[in-house]
C-alpha cells in the first residue's frame, strides 16, 4: 500500500499473496522478545521513484513504479531474496539456496545478473526470540539464516557463524574474514543461546569502516583489511 506522505491520502495497492505467519511459521503465537523472520523489513526498499519488493515469502525481486504501482519488471535468478539494498542503480541481494544463501548484485535498471558471490554462506539465526509460552507448548519455526549485508559501494559487509565477512563489490569476491570479538556475556545474552555466534543487528559500512555489534559489545573494523580497529563493551538493551 502507498499513501501521500503528506495527508495519508491512499494511491495504490498491490496484492501480495503467500504471505503471513502461515507462511514462516507453525502457529500464530509471536515469540518474545523479538520477531521472525529475522530482518523481514529489508525487503522493502525505496529509491527514488521506484519501490523494490518480493511479491511473496520465497518471491523474487520485483521493481514497481512508486507513483502508480504498476509492476514494471520481476528480476529474473533472485528467487527466496531475504535482504534488498540498493545503492547507486545496483541491488544488492542476499538470496537462501538451501539452508544458507548468497549475495548477488543485480542492474537494477535492466535486470541483468552481474554476479553471484563465490560462496555461500551459513549468516545466523542468533537475535531475540524465544518459543515459549506461560502455558502450554509452542511449535518452534524453522528460521532463515541471514546474512545482515550491508554496503558502502566498495565493499558489502555480512555476517557468518561467529564472523563478519567481507566482499568486494565489484567482483563478488570474498575479500577477508575475521572473527568477531564476542565476549563471554553474549553467549547468553537475554537467556538466548547463542552458541558463539555473531548477533544480528544494524551492521553499518561507512568511510573504510565496518561496524557491527553484539549485546555487550561494538566493534569497528577495516573495510580494507578485516583488521579490528577498536572495541568498546556495552550494555545489554533488551
Known amino acids: 500500500t502507498a499513501r501521500d ?9 498491490v496484492p501480495v499473496e503467500q504471505w503471513g505467519w502461515r507462511q514462516w511459521k507453525p502457529s500464530w503465537f509471536t515469540p518474545r522478545p523479538g520477531v521472525i523472520p529475522i530482518n523481514l523489513d529489508k525487503r522493502l526498499v525505496a529509491d527514488g521513484q521506484m519501490i523494490y519488493f518480493t511479491l511473496g515469502f520465497r518471491a523474487p525481486v520485483s521493481q514497481f513504479d512508486g507513483r ?24 544488492v541481494l542476499t538470496c537462501l539456496e538451501g539452508d544458507r544463501a548468497v549475495v548477488r548484485l543485480v542492474d537494477a535498471e535492466t535486470g541483468k545478473l552481474v554476479w553471484t558471490s563465490e560462496k555461500d554462506y551459513g549468516g545466523t ?36 557463524g561467529d564472523s563478519v565477512v567481507c566482499l568486494d563489490y565489484e567482483t563478488g569476491k570474498q575479500r577477508w574474514r575475521t572473527a568477531f570479538p564476542l565476549v563471554e556475556a553474549d553467549y547468553n545474552a537475554g537467556r538466548i543461546k ?45
Open 125 to 160: 539465526i542468533t537475535d531475540y526470540y524465544r518459543f515459549t509460552a506461560m502455558r502450554g507448548s509452542v511449535p518452534e519455526a524453522k528460521v532463515d539464516p541471514t546474512l545482515d549485508i550491508a554496503t558502502d559501494g566498495r565493499v558489502i559487509g555480512l555476517l557468518d
Open 5 to 13: 506522505g503528506f495527508n495519508g491520502v491512499g494511491l495504490w495497492k
Open 194 to 238: 547463542a552458541f558463539e555466534k555473531v548477533w544480528t543487528g544494524t551492521m553499518i559500512v561507512a568511510d573504510g569502516v565496518l561496524v557491527h555489534a553484539s549485546p555487550n559489545q561494538l566493534a569497528a573494523l577495516s573495510a580494507d583489511t578485516g583488521k579490528i580497529l577498536w572495541k568498546q563493551p556495552k550494555k545489554f538493551i533488551q
Open 68 to 91: 502508480t504501482g504498476e509492476l514494471l519488471q520481476t528480476y529474473q535468478g533472485t528467487d527466496r531474496t531475504s535482504e534488498i539494498l540498493i545503492h547507486d542503480g545496483w541491488l
